[in-house]
């Protein structure tokens, strides 16, 4: 039996939740171009990566079916950012040159409407800094 955390009702509503933060995203501009990126050698997920205008951006999304609770951007805890963190810098480790880059978390509610989600978009998200030195030199990715 399935834990209340890992219910597949709630699972379905988080990914609907990153379904609609994706073409949100769209619409606000960014260019999406992974989703679900996990990396070999870390443990955990980015839900979604994209570029707002020429900044690469790793996006954590929260999803919640009620504002009852702690806001959703809060459960971007330290644990989660450093898991965060590592997997971003395994992706970064990938590409030919690293670009400016930053975390944002997006809150998507279904409380007042469900078939009208409520999105916000936290920029910059203060997260621990991932140290460039660690990362592979060109031609070790």
């Known amino acids: 039996m399935l834990s209340p955390d890992g219910?597949?009702?709630?699972?379905?509503?988080?990914?609907?939740?990153?379904?609609?933060?994706?073409?949100?995203?769209?619409?606000?501009?960014?260019?999406m171009v992974a989703r679900n990126f996990r990396s070999p050698r870390r443990r955990g997920e980015?839900?979604?990566?994209?570029?707002?205008?020429?900044?690469?951006?790793?996006?954590?999304v929260k999803t919640r079916t009620t504002r009852d609770v702690k806001p959703a951007q809060t459960a971007v805890d330290g644990d989660k950012q450093r898991a965060l963190a590592a997997v971003a810098r395994h992706y970064l480790a990938r590409l030919p040159t690293i670009p400016q880059w930053r975390f944002d978390v997006v809150t998507v509610y279904y409380d007042e409407r469900p078939s009208q989600p409520q999105f916000e978009v936290f920029k910059n998200l203060t997260?621990?800094?991932?140290?460039?030195?660690?990362?592979?030199?060109?031609?070790?990715?």
């Open 46 to 60: 980015i839900d979604l990566i994209g570029w707002d205008k020429d900044v690469l951006c790793f996006i954590e």
């Open 7 to 31: 219910s597949p009702a709630r699972q379905r509503t988080g990914r609907r939740g990153e379904e609609d933060a994706y073409f949100y995203l769209r619409h606000l501009g960014y260019i």
């Open 127 to 141: 997260c621990r800094k991932i140290d460039n030195s660690r990362l592979p030199r060109k031609g070790f990715a």
